[in-house]
């Protein structure tokens, strides 16, 4: 919306920095950062009084889960509250990726909240059936795969592009729409996996997006593509508005999410930012450095996998518990330990992923 101000700009005045995508991502970083420190005490403590007991807790899990009792959920309700808000305030709206990925985040928000809602109203972790959930992802998707395509340029068009390899593409062909949405339901369940710690999902989110916003510039300048030797896809750019936003609205929510913390972001945060992450890399062509930069996600999710498929075939668990967070939790690791650990490790993968950028 700001953007529009450089029709004001005779080229060499105030209004002229708005047309630089650096500043504005800047600016949105600052505006979701206050939106979170504004705003997060208020709607905790409008959680909280409409919530009663707060977010059921797992009677299976780990010990120390219990006293956790009582916390609200739905804290994602912030994070996305500040992204749409900043994003539409910052961000040039005339930009399809931008809407696309916003139109993600939204739909799998509405997911959470519909989950959250279910599990604290009932007080049970059941919540909102799994094919159901699944089937609602795979909808939003759909829809998404073929946005991205009309809006990629003709010769990225159900393309896989290959990191590392110059100029490699794979054409998809009618496996580009499934495999689309492989990455962003994926993704979206991946990181609802991973937020079973005090701050645990948040800031390897925070490290993704951020790795992403940068791959999101370069692919968006042909300067920059033309000297990465990576594929140029006009208009991505603007995304970096979005990260940013999503790295100032995740430091406003990890202020009250901290150990121990006032309000757990819940499905409602988890999908979103999940589903945010997938979009962002479908969107760049960099769904396959998304498998590196989110590297976390990955194993955690691969953590369940292998733990219910060894499960049903010999009745015997690889892991204590699943994801494996909770293996840690059971071996005696203190949460803080775990936490900070798992943030160590995403940002060594988001370097490796964003060496994928050169390397050639």
């Known amino acids: 919306m700001l953007y529009w101000l450089t029709a004001l700009s005779d080229g060499g005045d105030f209004f002229n920095l708005f047309r630089y995508i650096t500043f504005r991502a800047g600016g949105a970083f600052l505006t979701a950062l206050v939106f979170g420190f504004v705003f997060g005490r208020p709607l905790i403590n409008v959680l909280r009084r409409k919530q009663g007991k707060g977010q059921p807790i797992r009677d299976d899990g780990p010990e120390a889960h219990l006293s956790k009792a009582g916390t609200p959920t739905m804290g994602g309700l912030l994070i996305v509250g500040a992204l749409l808000t900043t994003t539409l305030l910052w961000a040039r709206l005339d930009n399809s990726f931008v809407w696309l990925v916003l139109f993600v985040t939204l739909s799998f928000a509405l997911i959470g909240f519909a989950d959250d809602y279910a599990k604290v109203s009932k007080q049970n972790t059941k919540g909102v059936p799994g094919k159901l959930r699944l089937a609602l992802g795979i909808a939003i998707a759909v829809i998404a795969a073929f946005w991205a395509e009309w809006s990629h340029p003709v010769d990225l068009q159900n393309q896989l592009a290959l990191p590392v390899f110059k100029n490699a593409l ?145 009745g015997r668990r690889v892991f204590l518990m699943a994801p494996i967070h909770h293996h840690y939790e059971k071996k005696g690791w203190a949460e803080p330990t775990i936490v900070i650990r798992f943030w160590i490790i995403s940002l060594i993968l988001a370097m490796i992923g964003l060496a994928t950028l050169k390397v050639r």
């Open 170 to 314: 794979i054409n998809l062909g009618y496996f580009y729409v499934p495999f689309v949405v492989v990455v962003i339901v994926g993704a979206a369940n991946a990181v609802n996996l991973t937020d079973g710690l005090d701050g645990l999902a948040i800031m390897p989110v925070m490290i993704a997006a951020t790795t992403l916003g940068i791959i999101a510039y370069a692919v968006g300048r042909i300067d920059f593509t033309e000297y990465l030797d990576v594929h140029y896809v006009p208009g991505t750019g603007e995304l970096l508005i979005f990260t940013a936003a999503l790295f100032g609205a995740g430091l406003g929510f990890l202020w009250y999410n901290a150990p121990p913390a006032a309000v757990f972001m819940g499905d409602t945060g988890s999908l979103a930012l999940g589903g945010a992450l997938g979009a962002i890399a479908v969107a760049t062509k960099h769904e396959l450095v998304l498998a590196v930069v989110g590297g976390l996600f990955v194993v955690e999710a691969l953590s369940v996998i292998i733990q219910v498929l060894y499960f049903k075939r010999t």
